[in-house]
């Protein structure tokens, strides 16, 4: 099927290439000319703006936004609503607000134009293994698009969630829980290296990978990561907070929901 990637970074670039592996027809376009030629060299028709963009598509368009949350999505989509028709579709696969996500909507909906918000994981590494889509939004937008996010998505790795903003807020939780995972992770290799026994970490996670309660893909990076750079130094020491793990404790304040392992984990990263 035809559809269209904004945002040409990191994982919107690779989800080009695996959309492409699958037969798909897409067109991209980034602010970045210089990456625009490079896909468009790898099978992909470029666009010189979102304008170009839509006149290259078919209707019913879809079009899916894959730059950072907050402005940088908010100026797309509002000048996408007024480049689109009645009909076509907007997927934001970025990390937004659910409540952005619902706003979003129902701004688009004024004008026919349907909505999705698609929660995505797999980072770098999703070209090879696929993303995980937890979609939310208009039943009838993501029926349409099912081709596509088959392809972008491992085998069970994606489902639809609800109404505009369930693909988002279950990203959120999910983000949330990421958190605290990686700061449990790190508490315990932090014992394991400062006690006497002097552990060698890549043996550790190597052998937790195969058959322990603590196994994940996590996990298995940070066995990938200790095996190249055994002492970490070349890791930086600060994971920024992109804005999820604090809204998934604003939710247990607003549900009345304890999350206190959640919301150490972002004090934490404000730390």
Same mark, same amino acid.
């Given at each position: 099927? $035809? ?9 919107? %670039? ?11 027809? *897409?067109?991209?376009?980034?602010? /970045?000319?210089?990456? *625009? ?7 992909? &028709?470029?666009?010189? !703006? ?7 598509? #078919? ?13 940088? &999505?908010? #100026?797309?989509? $509002? ?14 696969? %970025? ?16 004008? %026919?134009?349907? =909505?999705?918000? +698609?929660? &995505?994981?797999?980072?770098?590494? @999703? ?12 039943? !009838? ?31 959120? *939780?999910? /983000?949330? *829980?990421?958190?605290?995972?990686? $700061? ?27 058959? !322990? ?12 990561? =200790? ?9 930086? +020491? ?6 999820? @793990? ?5 939710? %247990? ?7 206190? &392992? ?7 990263? =404000? +730390?």
């Amino acid at each position: 099927m $035809q559809i269209a990637i904004v945002g040409l970074g990191k994982m919107g %670039g690779n989800m080009v290439r695996r959309l492409l592996r699958g037969g798909h027809h *897409v067109v991209a376009w980034d602010r /970045n000319a210089a990456v *625009v030629d490079a896909l468009a060299r790898e099978g992909a &028709t470029g666009a010189a !703006s979102l304008a170009d963009l839509v006149t290259k598509l #078919s209707a019913p368009r879809a079009v899916w936004v894959m730059v950072p949350a907050g402005d940088p &999505t908010e #100026s797309t989509i $509002q000048e996408l609503s007024t480049l689109l028709s009645p009909d076509d579709i907007v997927i934001d696969g %970025g990390n937004s607000n659910y409540k952005d996500s619902v706003r979003r909507s129902k701004e688009l909906a004024t004008k %026919g134009i349907r =909505f999705l918000d +698609a929660g &995505t994981s797999g980072g770098v590494w @999703g070209l090879d293994v696929g993303y995980c889509l937890m979609v939310g939004g208009d039943r !009838s937008a993501y029926d349409h698009l099912l081709p596509a996010l088959t392809t972008l998505a491992p085998e069970e790795g994606l489902d639809y969630f609800g109404p505009a903003g369930a693909g988002h807020y279950v990203k959120m *939780v999910h /983000n949330g *829980v990421e958190y605290a995972m990686m $700061q449990a992770y790190a508490e315990g290799f932090e014992l394991l290296k400062e006690c006497e026994y002097k552990f060698d970490l890549r043996k550790v996670t190597h052998v937790w990978n195969h058959g !322990s309660v603590v196994r994940s893909w996590l996990c298995e990076l940070a066995e990938e990561m =200790f095996d190249a750079d055994p002492e970490l130094e070349h890791l930086k +020491a600060y994971v920024p907070d992109s804005g999820e @793990g604090r809204w998934t404790v604003d939710e %247990g304040v607003r549900l009345g929901v304890s999350v206190p &392992t959640i919301a150490l984990s972002v004090f934490a990263r =404000f +730390a």
